[in-house]
Nanobody, 124 residues
């Protein structure tokens, strides 16, 4: 079992930046694909970005390509989400997720473990 805890959310002006962290416990994340989803008020949870176990490949949602980057430090059991050029439409609760058999189109069902979420609010 893996427990995931996100941090780093907050309020930021449009055009600003935030860096989210996700710390895992209970097991190492070295064999997992690690990713981020988000859920805006009244909407379904949607995929944002993920990275393979060795950090070699990333998969982006079109809405964040060129603005968001993901990185991981397996020795620290931590994954990061760097968000730049933030827009009001990025406002959502952001969730960290881990999966050991992630393939194809990224949907929530592919991920085995989830964090509690951290709120990101981008003002106009």
């Amino acid at each position: 079992q893996v427990q995931l805890v996100e941090s780093g959310g907050g309020l930021v002006q449009a055009g600003g930046s935030l860096r989210l962290s996700c710390v895992a416990s209970g097991s190492t994340i070295s064999t997992y694909t690690m990713g981020w989803f988000r859920q805006a008020a009244g909407k379904e949870r949607e995929f944002v970005i993920d990275v393979t176990w060795n950090g070699g490949l990333t998969y982006y949602a079109d809405s964040v390509k060129g603005r968001f980057t993901i990185s991981r430090d397996n020795a620290k059991n931590t994954v990061y989400l760097q968000m730049n050029s933030l827009k009001p439409e990025d406002t959502a609760v952001y969730y960290c997720a881990a999966g050991n058999s992630v393939r194809g189109v990224r949907t929530p069902r592919l991920y085995d473990y989830w964090g509690q979420g951290t709120q990101v609010t981008v003002s106009s």
